[in-house]
Each structure stands twice: as C-alpha cells, then as structure tokens.
C-alpha cells in the first residue's frame, strides 16, 4: 500500500495515528502544495479532487480520509479502532460523520482563514468566513462538550478512528480567534488526546516542514 500526504494536512495526520496505531507498513509518498503537485495530472489521476491523503492498495485506490481510516482498520481487522457490532460501528462513523460536516468544517475554514493564510501567504483572510465560521463552532461545540460528560472519547471506553477524525484540527485550537473556555470537557479531551502518542508522532518536525516534502525525500 501507498498514502499520499501533504505533512502538517489535518486530514493526513488523522490517516498517519491510525497507520501508527495500527502499526502498519507502507510506502508513503510526499507531496509539495506550494509547488502544485496536487494538481498535476498524475495525482488528478489518484484523486480528482486534487486533496490529500490518497491511498493506494494494488488498483484499488481511494479518497476521504475517514473512509482510508475505516479501510485500513477493517483491512488489520482491528476491532478496537473500528469494532465489527453494529451499533458501535455505527456510533463510531455518527461521529466521523459529524466531525467532518459540522465541527471540524467550520474548525478547519476558521484555521485556514486566520492561521494558515497569513502563515503562507495564500491570500487575504475572508472576514465575512471567519464570523460564519465563529458562529457554527458556538452552534457545536457545545454538542461535543455536552457529549464528553464523563467520558475519556468519543465512542465507547478506549481509542477508536472516531477519535483521530475528531483531533484532527487540534494544532490549530489555541491559534484561532474562538473562545473555548466555556467548553471545560472539548477542552480536557483535546489536551488528552494531543499527548496520544500514535497522535503526537504526526505532528511536523518544524514549522517549515508544512506543505513541502522532507528535506531527504
């Protein structure tokens, strides 16, 4: 198998816990988003949507990042990650679900717009976005708070994919204009689950690395 990453993605650093967790081998491949390799041809190829990550076992080649994490879960028949009874399985993909559609889209523009586009001057932060973006985190966050009454994740007692899609955009949290002080259990999860060390392993070695292929590579 082979992953297509951008280093620092959120979206690829929930795909690269799981591969850790699970300790799987496979090639990866880096990709440079300043240089525009997303969009050559090639990689149009393997995802049209010129996104990363990107996985490729054999021919069979697939995009979205909570779908590689529940294939490569399925595909080490790990039952923890990504357990086989349905009502759990179910309870597990609610959240990916969630996370993807409402918390960590909004989450995600909100870092884009104030973080990432001053960072690498990728254009002027649209001011109308962050407040939409402001306003559907006061609309979630709370959901997520509310759920983590009393509980150490997402989904059941340990560990699970559900919990590495939540995290994804954790780099971003203290950096983003959003106040997350009313949320005391969103913000306990995220100081535990940041500590997680399959988690922290994917974190960029230097503020430079983001975006580029490594230095060896």
């Known amino acids: 198998m082979k992953l297509h990453i951008i280093i620092g993605s959120p979206n690829c650093r929930k795909v690269q816990a799981v591969v850790n967790h699970l300790g799987i ?6 990709h440079d988003f300043f240089a525009g390799e997303l969009q050559s041809p090639d990689y149009l190829s393997l ?5 990363v990550p990107a996985l490729e076992d054999g021919s069979f080649k697939l ?7 529940q294939y490569l879960a399925d595909k080490a028949d790990n039952s923890a990650l990504f357990p086989r009874d349905p009502e ?6 609610r959240w990916q679900f969630w996370e993807a559609a409402h918390f960590n889209r909004w989450f995600g ?7 990432a586009k001053p960072k690498f001057n990728l254009g002027t932060t649209n001011q109308g976005l962050v407040e939409t973006a402001q306003g559907h985190l006061k609309r979630f966050a709370p959901v ?8 150490s994740h997402v989904a059941g007692n340990g560990i699970t994919i559900a919990d590495y ?8 949290k203290e950096a983003v204009p959003f106040d997350w002080s009313p949320y005391p259990n969103l913000n306990a999860y995220f100081e535990r689950m940041r500590k997680v060390d399959h988690w922290a392993r994917t974190a960029p070695a230097s503020p430079a690395d ?3 292929k490594p230095k060896a590579a």
């Not at 995009?63 to 994490?69: C, F, L």
């Not at 759990?88 to 993909?93: E, H, L, N, S």
């Not at 997520?144 to 509980?151: E, I, K, N, T, V």
């Open 25 to 30: 081998k496979l090639a990866t491949e880096y």
């Open 47 to 51: 995802n049209p949507n010129g996104m």
């Open 88 to 93: 759990r399985r179910g309870d597990i993909v």
């Open 210 to 212: 983001i975006g580029r």
């Open 144 to 151: 997520l708070d509310r759920h983590l009454a009393g509980r």
């Open 63 to 69: 995009w979205e990042s909570n779908a590689i994490t």
């Open 165 to 172: 899609s939540m995290i994804a955009v954790e780099s971003f």
């Open 109 to 115: 523009i909100l870092g884009f717009e104030t973080v």
